[in-house]
């Protein structure tokens, strides 16, 4: 009986441990977001592409792409602003654990087994301007496909960072019917290339 009363009080321990740094990593993240337009960006961008590919109508469909520019333009500019932002915070702060589950200070006991977060949104801000300046001359369907997966793997990222690869990526499969693999088959190569490098996926 006493064995089990030490399991329950280690195992209450550890979650009030994980819970503390989960909440503080949210805070930290929401704290630079919440400047910023980028999740609003984002969500018109999203809605956006699905109403153009439903568009019938070839000029109107010309029209709503012309306006998804702008956008795209707006949110690539924004999200290089945040990703310089928060590359200011202490890099204890931003390291980002590589373990599959969530463990209280994995970043502090594997600093091996984790990346900067820093340096991530560097490689999503990159990501980003580079499909919204199209210097490879994608079509308008294709440029929407590789954007829709540069944003969700950056949104793949942050949740990694605040909680953990493993939840990161059930939160993917379940909004968005989309796998961690096949996001980084989707997006750029410029950016899969360095996001591997980064993260040893």
Request: hydrophobic letters at 40%.
């Amino acid at each position: 009986m006493e064995f089990l009363t030490l399991v329950a009080l280690v195992a209450a321990g550890f979650y009030i441990l994980k819970s503390k740094e989960q909440r503080q990593r949210i805070a930290l993240l929401g704290r630079h977001l919440g400047r910023y337009q980028i999740e609003k960006l984002m969500e018109s961008l999203t809605q956006g592409y699905l109403r153009c590919l439903g568009e019938d109508d070839a000029e109107r469909r010309q029209q709503i792409w012309h306006l998804l520019d702008a956008t795209e333009e707006k949110l690539a500019g924004q999200f290089q602003t945040f990703a310089a932002d928060l590359a200011r915070e202490p890099e204890a702060d931003t390291r980002v654990s590589r373990l599959p589950v969530a463990l209280p200070f994995a970043t502090t006991l594997f600093p091996s087994a984790s990346f900067d977060l820093r340096e991530a949104l560097r490689i999503h801000a990159r990501g980003i301007a580079g499909v919204a300046k199209n210097a490879e001359g994608r079509s308008p369907k294709s440029k929407a496909f590789t954007m829709s997966a540069e944003l969700f793997l950056m949104q793949h990222t942050c949740h990694w960072f605040c909680k953990s690869k493993a939840v990161a990526s059930a939160r993917m499969l379940a909004r968005h019917q989309t796998s961690y693999e096949q996001l980084l088959e989707a997006v750029s190569p410029e950016t899969r290339e360095a996001y591997r490098t980064l993260t040893g996926q």
